[in-house]
């Protein structure tokens, strides 16, 4: 019950007051338990209004930027997703809950063994493909994506994740790279064109293995 009651205030003090008014992702997010997607030790700390940092300097980010992220891509029933940098599960999660085909892709065997048993028990079988690989080369297999989530900061986007877009697909994503300030963007493939547009000013934890080499932003 202590968990539920966290849940509820989550929903109704980080993320309403905070543009989150997709109705169906706010439905998600106060139903999916956000504790079961944490290591042990760190359940008291699960619908706190930060980043709960994770083993290995990752970091299950705070709720209300994962939930704008999520809402920039704007998820329609069915779409192909790829999660890159998935952690222990919690965004890929979120897009399942909201009718996305989820591919999560995560290096860190840690983390993954928290997602695993946490993903079996919140989605739909066959709702999420788990890859433990380097996220930054995405999942070309199950390309093209109709959208991508970033889940970490990072210097650039890469290359080889824009490629994986489908036509009309978007990404979403923080870069921390070379810019005066850390800001989520929302990018879309158009054509052989890609394109970003600046979202909102926030922070989180690096992303390990993306390279700082400018791509695909202006």
Known sequence: MPHQIARKAMVDGQLRPNRITEPRLLT???????????????????YVDEDVRLPGG???????????????????????????????????????????????????AGLLAI?????????????????EAPPAGGHPAAAPFDAILIEGAIPAL????VAQLAEGG????????GAPRTRAV????VGAGFGTVDAFDCATLPLPGFATRPSFVF
């Open 115 to 131: 997602a695993r048993p946490a993903l079996a028990a919140h989605t739909a079988p066959g709702a999420v493909t788990l890859v």
């Open 186 to 189: 929302l990018g879309r493939r």
């Open 58 to 108: 990752r970091a299950l980010m705070e709720p209300m930027i994962i939930a704008r992220l999520i809402q920039l891509l704007a998820l329609r029933p069915g779409d192909r997703v790829l999660v890159a940098g998935a952690g222990t599960g919690y965004a890929a999660a979120i897009l399942a809950g909201l009718g996305g085909r989820v591919t999560a892709v995560e290096a860190d």
């Open 28 to 46: 998600v997010m106060g139903a999916l338990p956000r504790e079961d997607f944490l290591p042990p030790g760190l359940l008291a700390r699960a």
């Open 170 to 177: 978007r990404l979403a994503a923080i870069l921390a790279g």
């Open 158 to 161: 890469p290359d080889a994740l």
